[in-house]
Structure formats: C-alpha cells, structure tokens
C-alpha cells in the first residue's frame, strides 16, 4: 500500500476490524519508512449498475462521490467516519440488489436521503437542500415543517414525550 503522507511502499498492519455488516474491512496501517499510521478499507468489488444522469449521460457509480456528499452534509454533526462508510456501504447494497444494469441517478439520490433522514436530520435538511435545489426559502421551510412532522409522528409512536423547558 503506498503511504499517503512519504508515498513509501512498504508499510504493516497494525489493527483489522470488520465492519457491522460484514462488508468492509478496515485496516489500520503504520508506514516502516515515516512510521505515520493510516486507515484503508478493503471491500469486495461488485458490478454496479451505471447511472443515467438528468441529461441523459451515463456514468459509472462512484462510492466516493456519495460519501463526499455525505460527508459535506455531516460536517460539524457528531457523525463519525464510520457511520458515514456504513451508510455509503448500505445503498450500494441496495442498488446491487435492484439488479439492473442501468439506474437513474435520482434512485440513488433518494436513497442518500433516506438513509441521511435516520442518520442526522440536520445533515438530511442540509443534504436535502442541495440536492432537491431549493429555490427560496419556502420550500426550505416546506421540508423543515415535513421533517418536524415525520418527527412528531415518530414520537407519538414510540410513545416518548417532550420535556418542556423552564420559561423563567
């Protein structure tokens, strides 16, 4: 593995875990020569299906570009990297397990959502701003009330009730 930090080639392992779903392996590797530690992932290296963008091109589906996204949405969230891996691991599970050859990228899009709406709903409005491309600030307060309501009805479900604050 060639060292991000003095490009080196020889490096060693020091720690392994696999991930919750059993997909990744993270490794923590120390460079013999500047002896900086860093992380890589391994993972099985499926086909997926290429995505058919709004205009009609076609592209392959890059991890990279989904967990960028995902971290931007995160930034300053108390999400960690490996909340982040977990999510990006779960939707191209899903896409895999469309089965088809071709998928429009919107699919994936939606899916980013979902998955960033259990996640942190600050990072899913963030997300949600960028990619639905709100106009104005209506329809932003269009998803807040949407996602305040999904959250009031969650709770009522689940039977928690608000504390309120102490006015005074």
């Known amino acids: ?88 691991v779960r939707i191209e599970k899903t896409i895999q397990e469309m089965g088809e050859s071709e998928i429009e990228s919107g699919i994936v899009g939606e899916e980013v959502m979902r998955q960033l709406h259990e996640l942190d709903q600050v990072a899913y409005v963030r997300f949600a701003s960028v990619y639905r491309e709100f106009k104005d600030a209506n329809q932003f307060m269009s998803e807040l009330t949407s996602l305040l309501n999904d959250s009031s009805q969650s709770d009522k479900k689940s039977g928690s009730k608000k504390i309120k604050k102490d006015e005074g």
């Open 1 to 88: 593995m060639l060292c991000p930090f003095c490009h080196n080639l020889e490096d060693k392992v020091v720690d392994s875990r696999l991930s919750k779903e059993g997909e990744v392996i993270r490794r923590r590797r120390e460079c013999l020569s500047c002896h900086r530690r860093y992380t890589t992932y391994e993972r099985i290296e499926d086909a997926l299906p290429m995505l058919v963008k709004k205009d009609g091109r076609r592209e392959s589906f890059d991890r990279s570009k989904i967990f960028s996204g995902l971290r931007k949405a995160c930034e300053k969230r108390p999400v960690s990297i490996d909340q982040l891996e977990t999510v990006v």
